[in-house]
């Protein structure tokens, strides 16, 4: 990590249920294989976090709620936080916090422990991933989009989810934390059982944020959530590598962050070095 401040990208759907985490965690994956060295993905997801099933961990030994006596005393520390977290199979420079399992208690998280949290995720990260998923009713969705880099705004183009629910909650309420409506960006989720409807075009205007990027629910994506196959699939699978590509280099572009740089060592200079006892002069 550089001395520069690290990035956050908040993902916020306007409408519970429509693929807001396959979105942020699909853009994770991107970032982690074509940006940076190391990325932190947040479930801050309280009332409803899904993604240690999409990935097939069904019972994670360590989650946001087991971290709750550090986050009140104010003593995370990144080490602590690092051992908390589940290496993502695939890449080796993501891991992902899983998000608080006991719904009745999502309400008794503080700003001050979400902003700690924040804190330790960017001293620890090159960039930082946060899925709060469409609830604003908890300081962990607050906190984020107040401090976050980028704000992601997921849609569909269904009239109810961009016109409606985006009324309410997203212009509504941004305004009374400091959130500029135009302070969001949009990425457009189209299911697969949904044809036709609203254009991008219309569905961004009546938002007024720009357009990034989109992600289709394929059949083939919903069977990876159901089996959790999730990571595989957008690690290995030749359609999974393709998603949510164009919003990572955007981000990537945007924030001026750097690329890693491969060093191919060649089969005879290996030899070279072997012959020498490793010593490469």
Request: glycine fraction near 8%; aromatic fraction near 8%.
């Amino acid at each position: 990590m550089t001395g520069r401040q690290v990035p956050i990208i908040a993902f916020v759907g306007t409408t519970p249920n429509i693929g807001t985490t396959a979105a942020a965690f699909a853009a994770a994956c991107r970032i982690a294989e074509e940006g940076v060295n190391s990325v932190g993905y947040l479930c801050l997801n309280l009332k409803s976090s899904k993604i240690h099933r999409y990935i097939g961990v069904d019972a994670p030994e360590a989650t946001l709620d087991s971290l709750r006596p550090e986050l009140k005393t104010g003593s995370l520390y990144p080490d602590k936080l690092l051992r908390s977290m589940h290496q993502v199979r695939g890449t080796s420079q993501l891991r992902i916090l899983f998000g608080n399992t006991i719904r009745d208690q999502a309400e008794y998280f503080t700003v001050e422990e979400m902003n700690h949290l924040l804190d330790i995720a960017q001293q620890s990260f090159d960039v930082v991933i946060a899925d709060v998923s469409a609830y604003w009713d908890n300081a962990a969705t607050l906190c984020a989009l107040r401090r976050a880099d980028f704000r992601i705004v997921v849609t569909t183009s269904a009239l109810s989810h961009f016109q409606e629910d985006a009324q309410r909650w997203l212009k509504q309420l941004s305004p009374v934390f400091g959130i500029a409506n135009g302070d969001y960006e949009a990425v457009i989720i189209h299911p697969p059982w949904r044809n036709g409807g609203f254009q991008v075009k219309d569905i961004c205007k009546e938002l007024g944020i720009p357009f990034i990027g989109q992600l289709r629910l394929s059949e083939e994506l919903l069977s990876q959530l159901d089996s959790g196959m999730l990571d595989d699939w957008l690690t290995q699978g030749e359609q999974g590598k393709q998603v949510m590509t164009e919003p990572a280099r955007h981000f990537i572009r945007k924030h001026g962050l750097q690329r890693r740089v491969e060093i191919r060592v060649q089969p005879w200079y290996k030899k070279l070095l072997t012959h020498r006892g490793e010593v490469g002069s």
